[in-house]
């Protein structure tokens, strides 16, 4: 119990640094409520999936060429500077009444989620790095049977945080003023931009290695 409940830990760890997901789940939850910031992360969770999967099939070795390296970090950039821009650039023109009658769509919250963490090369890092290496360690410990357990561990974990971040986000939504929500988009949009430089910043520094 005392390894599933360290694994449970592991998935609150990976979610739960304020990154570009939290970012948007904040700025989703505002706008449009729990289920919209719940399928945020829902989205980013069902990517993290998908990256798990890669693990179990072995393509740690594809990802650790520095091209496709490059191309993630250099991709990562340009979808978190455009999305930031266009959160930026937007706050002045949406208010609370805009956004309490808008509606999104669940479909369009849910794949947001889903490509940013897809093409967010920390992600990828940690799932096919890190992941990695606890996956070998695991299987050469625990046996296969263990291993299915202990990543639905890490599952419920990061689970647990997306819907502490929907509830924080849909709470918070409660007490919007216009200027409240401006202030909110604007500093979602700037923390996305920053992490997009970041990423242009570690693309950079593979090519000129």
């Not at 606890?134 to 689970?159: D, E, N, R």
């Amino acid at each position: 119990m005392s390894v599933f409940l360290g694994y449970v830990f592991l998935g609150l760890s990976l979610a739960a640094p304020i990154g570009p997901v939290n970012a948007a789940q904040l700025d989703r939850g505002i706008k449009n409520g729990f289920l919209h910031a719940w399928l945020v992360g829902l989205g980013a969770t069902v990517a993290d999936a998908l990256y798990m999967l890669l693990v179990f099939v072995g393509i740690v070795k594809f990802i650790e060429v520095p091209i496709i390296q490059t191309f993630l970090w250099i991709f990562g950039f340009f979808v978190l500077v455009y999305t930031g821009i266009e959160s930026v650039s937007g706050a002045g023109r949406i208010s609370v009444d805009s956004t309490r009658n808008k509606s999104e769509s669940h479909i369009k919250s849910f794949f947001y989620g889903f490509f940013m963490s897809l093409f967010n090369p920390l992600t990828i890092l940690f799932w096919l790095g890190i992941f990695g290496s606890i996956l070998a360690k695991t299987v050469t410990t625990y046996g296969t049977s263990q291993v299915i357990l202990y990543s639905a561990a890490i599952f419920i974990g990061i689970t647990v945080w997306d819907l502490t971040m929907a509830t924080f986000a849909s709470t918070l939504r409660k007490y919007l003023t216009n200027r409240f929500l401006t202030v909110v988009s604007i500093v979602s949009g700037f923390s996305l931009i920053g992490f997009g430089v970041y990423f242009g910043i570690q693309a950079l520094l593979i090519l000129v290695s």
